[in-house]
Every structure is written in structure tokens, then in C-alpha cells.
């Protein structure tokens, strides 16, 4: 059972476009949630993350989004640039973040020159 | 600044051999935590441990065990490998808290022949 889903595998992007990358969730004791970016044959990345009382997070290019309610966050990059080209995966975790990370299925974000 | 560090890189084994994966967490962080990557799949979370000691477990078979040391660095041990073991595997530490990240090595490449 994927409590971490992000339903897109695969995104291609412009470059100095918008990215958004999105990840649904189903367990509501998820309080803590982070991106990170993977690429091949390196360990994943951390990006940006954002705790259950926030909706919004924002480091430079980077903003999470979340919505509790809807048991969705999102990623945007903006503007994205070939260098972003990764597979970004979501986790969450839950009781303040010290509880194990649960990921996602990964999106491969292509961004094109 | 020091990150991770998992060694080896890669192993190479052959069927029903023993594999040891080491991990050094950085420095002053006391959780550690293992994560399993087989292709195109999304990272599962084996076990992790808090001051050594287990604080959960995942999908970790019984032919795997894993312990943290006193200066907390972690080994995972891999008995009666099986071809189907053959994956990345992730370690990643973090210092316990609430809404903390945990930063991954890069990770070791394990092949069972």
C-alpha cells in the first residue's frame, strides 16, 4: 500500500519555465514533509521540506506547497534549468518528523534547453 | 562541510555469500537510517536506529541485521544473499528532532551474481 504517491513518473519542461512537481499522501498522521533530488547512481538530495503548520515554504527557486486538507503538496521550480533534470522524489514523516521517511515513487523532471 | 559516507562504493557477491555495508553518519547526528533501492523503484526504508538503538523497522528481511555503534556509525549485514538483493542501498543520518532532515551518503551498489 503506497501511502506516498506521485502519480506523474516522468515531466518535461522548458528551460526558465515553471516546473511542478506533485506528490498525495494518505496517512493523516503525516506531519512533516521533504523533497528531495536524485540522480542516477548518487544518494538522494535534500531540497526543501515543510512541517504540517505551514501551507507555503519557499528556498530561492524552490516552493512547496501544501494543502492538509487535500492530502497534496506540490514543488515548484521556477524557473527551471537544465540542471534541475533529476528524478525528484517526496517523503513524509510523521510525529514531528522523527518517525522513519516514507517516499514517493519519483518523478523524472526533464528540462529542456 | 562532512556528509555520509557508505562504504564500499560497490560489492560485488556471489549468491548465498555475507555483505557488510558500512555507514558514518555526520558528525553529532545520533539516527541513522537504511533504505533499500532496487531499479526504477522508490527508496524503502529497511530500519533505522536513535543512540544505538533500533527505533524501527521496515521491510528488512531476516537474513538482514543492523546495529549503531558507540562512536555511531552503522554496518548492515546481508547473509544467504539472493540475486534479488541486489540494489542501491541508501544510508542516511539526521540529528533527532523535530522537523529535521536526514541527509543521505552516496549510497552503495550491491550485486549478487
Known amino acids: 500500500d503506497q501511502q506516498v504517491k506521485q502519480n506523474s513518473p516522468s515531466l518535461s519542461v522548458q528551460e526558465g519555465r515553471i516546473s511542478i512537481l506533485n506528490c498525495d499522501y494518505t496517512?493523516?498522521?503525516?506531519?512533516?514533509f521533504l523533497w528531495y533530488k536524485k540522480y542516477p547512481a548518487e544518494g538522494p538530495t535534500f531540497l526543501i521540506s515543510i512541517s504540517s503548520i505551514k501551507d507555503k515554504n519557499e528556498d530561492g527557486r524552490f516552493t512547496v506547497f501544501l494543502n492538509k486538507s487535500a492530502k497534496h503538496l506540490s514543488l515548484h521550480i521556477v524557473p527551471s534549468q537544465p540542471g534541475d533534470s533529476a528524478v525528484y522524489f517526496c517523503a513524509a514523516s510523521g510525529m514531528g518528523g522523527t518517525y522513519k521517511y516514507i517516499f514517493g515513487t519519483g518523478t523524472r523532471l526533464k528540462v529542456l534547453a | 562541510a562532512a556528509g555520509v559516507i557508505q562504504s564500499p562504493r560497490h560489492l560485488i557477491k556471489e549468491k548465498r555469500e555475507t555483505a557488510t555495508l558500512k555507514c558514518y553518519p555526520i558528525?553529532?547526528?545520533?539516527?541513522v537510517y537504511w533504505y533499500q533501492q532496487g531499479p526504477g523503484q522508490d527508496p524503502q526504508f529497511l530500519i533505522s536506529f536513535y543512540e544505538k538503538m533500533q527505533s524501527d523497522k521496515g521491510s528488512i528481511p531476516d537474513r538482514f541485521s543492523a546495529q549503531q555503534f558507540s562512536d555511531y556509525h552503522s554496518e548492515l549485514n546481508m547473509s544467504s544473499l539472493e540475486l534479488g538483493d541486489s540494489a542501491l542501498y541508501f544510508c542516511?543520518?539526521?540529528?533527532?528532532?523535530?522537523?529535521?532532515?536526514?541527509?543521505f551518503g552516496q549510497g552503495t551498489r550491491l550485486t549478487v551474481v
Open positions: 558528525p553529532r547526528h545520533d539516527t
Open positions: 542516511a543520518s539526521s540529528l533527532r528532532g523535530t522537523y529535521t532532515e536526514a541527509f
Open positions: 496517512n493523516s498522521m503525516f506531519d512533516y
